[in-house]
């Protein structure tokens, strides 16, 4: 079962492309034997596919192959890809988007059979054995014995990433439009001054603002933004030069060094399957190929 859904979490602009699905939710799959605690499911969409504002009543820890997951949760934005997961606890509104060519994986968890908890959505580690163990539960052959035990190891090897891949959206009336702007086209190149001077503010309240609310300069928030852009793109298929000019870069060598930067991993060899390490966190930087005033 699903709750209904909820209008009302502070999701703003969220930029469909054409073709999307829009569906409700992810429904729960049917359970297997009794005293089953995990049940889970994978499923091909083969289209770009967004679910609208939803929770469940169990957790939830989904993860993709060939593609990437977007979720939003009131003010925050989570890039899934390949390599991770998000655990999204019962009863938490959440909205999703996933890309076209991607597979969908899902494992819901009983919240008073589970004995682990996380404070609220997290990054998980996708190893190879924890992915290896969901898919045993999706088993439908499984008896008992042999779906306790596996289970329990998920359990044991289930765990957080280091670092939170999220991105903070602001939250704060005065510079929630121009947020909302780069949401809808990451690219918009428009400095600090040019914002001033539309919103009617001194450009040290726009950066005060950023600050206060995310943790970020503009111009860091901005290049985070750009990096999940960029990561939802090239899970789609599209080359490097091509999101690099998509997201307003003058040059690609531009566009791959800020990209490495945060996600440890040049945009070419993730393109190509490499894993992104972000277990270490980085220090956000300036985005070198637009202005920082």
């Known amino acids: 079962m699903v709750s209904p859904s909820h209008d009302d979490i ?13 569906r409700r939710a992810v429904p729960v799959p049917e359970g297997g034997p009794a005293p089953s605690v995990i049940v889970a499911e994978s499923e091909a969409t083969g289209a770009s596919t967004e679910w609208s504002p939803h929770s469940h009543p169990m957790h939830e820890l989904v993860w993709v192959r060939g593609g990437t997951l977007t979720s939003r949760v009131g003010n925050r934005i989570f890039t899934v890809p390949a390599g991770f997961g998000l655990w999204m606890p019962a ?19 009983a919240p008073d059979l589970t004995p682990i908890a ?21 088993r439908k052959d499984l008896d008992a014995g042999a779906r306790a035990r596996t289970e329990a190891v998920v359990f044991d090897v289930l765990e957080p990433e280091e670092r939170q891949f999220a991105l903070e959206l602001p939250g704060d009336p005065r510079i929630d439009a121009i947020a909302e702007a780069l949401l809808e086209d990451p690219a918009d190149d428009r400095g600090l001054q040019e914002w001033a001077a539309l919103l009617g503010v001194s450009d040290r309240t726009i950066t005060r603002a950023f600050r206060g609310a995310t943790g970020l300069s503009f111009a860091q928030w901005r290049q985070a933004l750009r990096v999940h852009e960029a990561l939802t793109r090239l899970s789609e298929g599209a080359d490097v030069r091509g999101v690099s000019e998509r997201l307003g870069y003058a040059q690609p060598s531009t566009f791959i060094a800020a990209f490495r930067r945060v996600m440890k991993v040049t945009p070419g060899a993730l393109a190509h399957g490499a894993t992104p390490d972000v277990r270490n966190p980085v220090s956000p930087v300036p985005d070198p190929g637009l202005p920082t005033a």
């Open 10 to 22: 502070g999701l703003g602009t969220w930029r469909r492309e054409p073709g999307t699905v829009v």
């Open 118 to 138: 996380f404070a609220g959505p997290t990054s998980i580690a996708m190893t190879t054995l924890l992915e290896s163990l969901l898919l045993r539960l999706a």
């Open 91 to 109: 009863g938490v509104v959440h909205g999703g988007r996933l890309t076209a060519k991607a597979d969908l994986f899902d494992a819901f968890f």
